[in-house]
Each structure stands twice: as structure tokens, then as C-alpha cells.
């Protein structure tokens, strides 16, 4: 069965780094997520992407936030500057397409921690 | 205010039981959608069962199905006859405003279920 993967599983990174998170969705998917839960929290939404573009934005995704589809097959969150409260587990999403009963398929997420 | 409201932040449930998890939701869009997920806790999020704002019948799917009372705006999940491997966090989540496009999920706080044998 098709899956959403994510690497790495883990990152670690010092305050002030650049990080970059990879995602492959799955293959003939058109929409695109990133989640994000601090520990012991809820999931917040991030970013949605479609068509090569973002459509939709939380006020979490600041400047210090991008994401980009380089290959066509990946997709991937960049962080810019880190900081302690970037700590958090971030999930990719994908969906096959934009309809109202479409579920997101969740990839098993990475664990970024911040020294 | 919040926009999905799980009250209940852990349940215990013996093996075999029936538990049902609330869920209720805040909206003025006529359109939405209600999901909920399953995280173990090796960190995955799984579907579980879908109910559109316009469904007349109440979602199934296996062992799961979802209360939904619309005039009371309440998604609750049932599971019936429970498993320990049920146990994890719950989490509710909601599409609104689908016709007019946006896609995101608004989650909850989650609930987590514990399995007793």
C-alpha cells in the first residue's frame, strides 16, 4: 500500500541552524500538508500546497518558514533559523485531491529537537 | 474559542467494552467535514472514519463508527468491542468552509485511550 515517508525520523539541530525536512507523498497525490505537535499537544496545521503553490497558510508559518516540490517528487519544509520552540514533531500530509471526504494520509513524522 | 473540543483527556476502557470518545465542534460554515485519527504511540497518525456536514446516515467503518449530531454539533466516536491494541491518543479534526475550498485539518486536543485487560 502507497505511504507518505519522511526522513529523517529524527533530527537534531543548535538554535539558529537551518534544517530542512523531506517528504515524499504519495505519487499521484496533488495536495500537500505540513503539521506540527509539540509534544504532549495538538496538531497545528502549517502550510497546504497545491499546484506548485502554497494555498493556504497558518500565522505559525512565518518567514522563518518555506517549503518547496524541487523534483516532483518531493516535498520539503525548510526552517531557516531555528529556535528552541521549533522543537516539535512536523508530519506531511498528503491528499489525492482537493475533494470535501479526501482524508490526509500522514506520513510517521520527524522529530526535530533544538539545543 | 476552540474550534474542536475533546473534554475528555484520558479514558480507560476494559477489552471488549464499547467507549465512546467525544467530540464537539465549533463552526458557522454549512459545509465541513469531521475525521478523526488514531496516534499510537510510536507517533503515527491513522484514519479512521470520515462524517460530511450533508451525510444523513451516521459514518461506519469496522469497529468504529461516529455519532454525529448535527443540531448538537457533536462527533463522538464509538468503538465497540475494544482491543488493547486500541490503545493510543485520539484525535478529532475538522474541514470547514469546503466550498470554499480550504483544506486544512483544525485537530483537537485528543484523547487517549488506555485498553485494560
Known amino acids: 500500500e502507497p505511504e507518505v515517508t519522511q526522513t529523517p525520523s529524527h533530527q537534531v539541530t543548535q538554535m539558529g541552524q537551518e534544517v530542512i525536512l523531506r517528504c515524499v507523498p504519495i505519487?499521484?497525490?496533488?495536495?500537500f500538508y505540513w503539521y506540527r505537535q509539540i509534544l504532549g499537544q495538538k496538531v497545528e496545521f502549517l502550510v497546504s500546497?497545491?499546484?506548485?503553490?502554497?494555498?493556504?497558510k497558518s500565522e505559525i508559518f512565518d518567514d522563518q518558514f518555506s517549503v518547496e516540490r524541487p523534483d516532483g517528487s518531493n516535498f520539503t519544509l525548510k526552517i531557516r533559523s531555528t529556535k528552541l520552540e521549533d522543537s516539535a514533531m512536523y508530519f506531511c500530509a498528503s491528499s489525492p485531491q482537493g475533494r470535501p471526504r479526501d482524508e490526509q494520509f500522514f506520513g510517521p513524522g520527524t522529530r526535530l529537537t533544538v539545543l | 474559542a476552540q474550534k474542536i473540543t475533546q473534554t475528555q483527556p484520558g479514558m480507560f476502557v476494559q477489552e471488549k467494552e464499547a467507549v465512546t470518545l467525544d467530540c464537539t465542534y465549533d463552526?458557522?460554515?454549512?459545509?465541513?467535514?469531521l475525521f478523526w485519527y488514531k496516534q499510537p504511540s510510536s507517533g503515527e497518525m491513522i484514519f479512521l472514519i470520515y462524517q460530511g456536514s450533508y451525510d444523513e446516515q451516521n459514518a461506519t467503518e469496522g469497529r468504529y463508527s461516529l455519532n454525529f449530531q448535527k443540531a448538537r454539533k457533536s462527533a463522538n466516536l464509538v468503538i465497540s468491542a475494544s482491543q488493547l491494541g486500541d490503545s493510543a491518543m485520539y484525535f478529532c479534526?475538522?474541514?470547514?468552509?469546503?466550498?470554499?475550498?480550504?483544506?486544512?485539518?483544525?485537530f483537537g486536543t485528543g484523547t487517549r485511550l488506555k485498553v485494560l485487560a
Open positions: 500546497f497545491y499546484n506548485n503553490e502554497i494555498s493556504e
Open positions: 463552526t458557522s460554515d454549512q459545509s465541513y467535514g
Open positions: 479534526a475538522m474541514r470547514e468552509g469546503l466550498a470554499s475550498g480550504t483544506y486544512k485539518y483544525i
Open positions: 505519487s499521484n497525490h496533488l495536495y
